[in-house]
């Protein structure tokens, strides 16, 4: 009897291991979009009247005919398909908060968390499937939109950007009374990891420390002045040598890398000996300074930016902007000429209706760049900037990018040619006919 008991057991193991599998198997998800044009991240030249099997999340192949009975069929009709767009300078929760909010300290987390969540559906619907975040508190919308609870980009998190007390990081009133005491307390902000202030060796080494422990994926310091805060003008340069090197170290330690907001000549030098591995913005880098990044394979990551792109309401920023603006098509077209790894970024800022500028900026990149390049960058060449993240990056299933077998299933159909047009990438609610990512279709209507 005994025996017989043992072997029903087995049995029953057996059959609902079978099942398990049984469900497992039929669970997986075939899409198989037929008939297009494929630009995949890389070369320029088109696969022509090409087939992608998409199974779950992945590029399961691509070639001609393929065939799949049971795939929902999404039919390309001859139109351009290219890899999702990565912005690699996007600030998830400072794009469509007002500047009030978070410059003049009138409303609180709750706010800027729900304007970010669904800002981050919009930015998925322009087609940017992934962004670097260099500072800000995405890490819950990046938690629910990886879960598949809501609809958003991907994210590599930077944490709270850092600086020094009067950095660009600074954003307490001058005549307030000072929001630490004694006892180095937190603000408010830096509590839920918008920013963060951080002086001397020690101290920079220990919010570090809380940074990739809080879950970034890099760490964002400011090396020199900025355009929003007010108390760094654009030539001074933030944070010693050894302060940098403190951050490097940590960062290193980790395995992972440390960009930093910088524009003045001197301060991107600093940075760049210090061990930096991206500079953002960078407008005033001198030839020798970018010769010196080509050298290195550090990236610059500066911004398609024209005067007419924000008005500010300080004085001192609005000065500030149009310095920086007058020195945009000097760095691209020297970082072009040197050869220097650029990224495309866009950094808006602080206004939702300015966030669609995020697509007119890929457009204004052909004034310096053909518009292969301009694709590429957009697709595989920031991928390899995200890449420095190492094991800290979050999505290494496959790559991200390239539409090769194996990556992640994270496309745009247009229609259109934007190798022949780039007019097409600026507005994507008409032209962008498919948008997927993570092997789930948003915008289908083809």
Not at 184 to 190: A, G, K, M
Not at 199 to 207: I, L, N, Y
Not at 358 to 376: C, D
Not at 410 to 430: F, S
């Amino acid at each position: 009897m005994r025996n017989l008991i043992r072997l029903l057991c087995m049995s029953l193991m057996l059959l609902f291991s079978i099942q398990l599998s049984y469900g497992q198997q039929a669970a997986v998800k075939q899409v198989l979009i037929k008939n297009a044009n494929i630009f995949d991240g890389e070369k320029e030249a088109l696969q022509t009247g090409t087939d992608i099997l998409i199974e779950n999340n992945l590029i399961k192949s691509i070639g001609q005919g393929i065939q799949a009975p049971d795939a929902e069929v999404i039919d390309a009709s001859g139109k351009f398909l290219m890899p999702g767009l990565i912005d690699a300078h996007w600030h998830t929760t400072y794009a469509y908060t007002p500047a009030p909010i978070l410059m003049m300290n009138t409303s609180d987390m709750s706010e800027v968390a729900i304007r970010s969540m669904t800002g981050a559906k919009e930015t998925l619907l322009r087609g940017f499937t992934t962004v670097r975040d260099p500072g800000g508190n995405p890490f819950s919308i990046k938690k629910l939109i990886d879960s598949g609870e809501y609809p958003g980009h991907r994210i590599l998190p930077s944490g709270p950007f850092m600086s020094q007390t009067s950095g660009h990081a600074d954003f307490h009133n001058v005549f307030a009374e000072n929001p630490r005491n004694a006892n180095s307390e937190l603000s408010y902000w830096e509590k839920n990891m918008m920013a963060m202030i951080a002086d001397g060796v020690p101290e920079v080494r220990k919010r570090t420390r809380e940074i990739l422990k809080y879950g970034a994926t890099q760490v964002k310091i400011t090396t020199g002045g900025g355009v929003s805060s007010q108390y760094d003008p654009l030539d001074v340069s933030e944070y010693s040598v050894d302060e940098i090197k403190a951050v490097v170290e940590e960062a290193n330690n980790y395995h992972t890398y440390v960009l930093a907001h910088v524009m003045t000549d001197e301060g991107i030098r600093t940075s760049v000996e210090a061990g930096v591995k991206s500079i953002e913005h960078g407008f005033f880098a001198s030839d020798e300074t970018l010769k010196l990044m080509k050298k290195k394979g550090v990236w610059l990551s500066p911004q398609a930016m024209f005067e007419d792109d924000m008005q500010w309401a300080s004085p001192v920023s609005e000065k500030k902007w149009k310095q920086v603006t007058q020195a945009v098509d000097n760095v691209y077209r020297k970082a072009r000429k040197f050869g220097v790894n650029v990224a495309f970024g866009t950094d808006q800022l602080m206004d939702a209706a300015k966030a669609k500028q995020q697509s007119l900026y890929i457009v204004r990149m052909g004034t310096w760049f053909s518009n292969y390049e301009v694709l590429k960058m957009v697709t595989s060449d920031n991928a390899r900037l995200l890449e420095l993240s190492g094991p800290r990056h979050p999505y290494q299933e496959g790559p991200l990018g390239r539409i090769v077998e194996g990556a992640y299933a994270d496309l745009i159909i247009i229609d259109g040619n934007p190798m022949e047009n780039l007019e097409l990438m600026g507005d994507p609610q008409t032209n962008f006919k498919v948008i997927m990512k993570d092997g789930v279709v948003y915008k289908n209507t083809l």
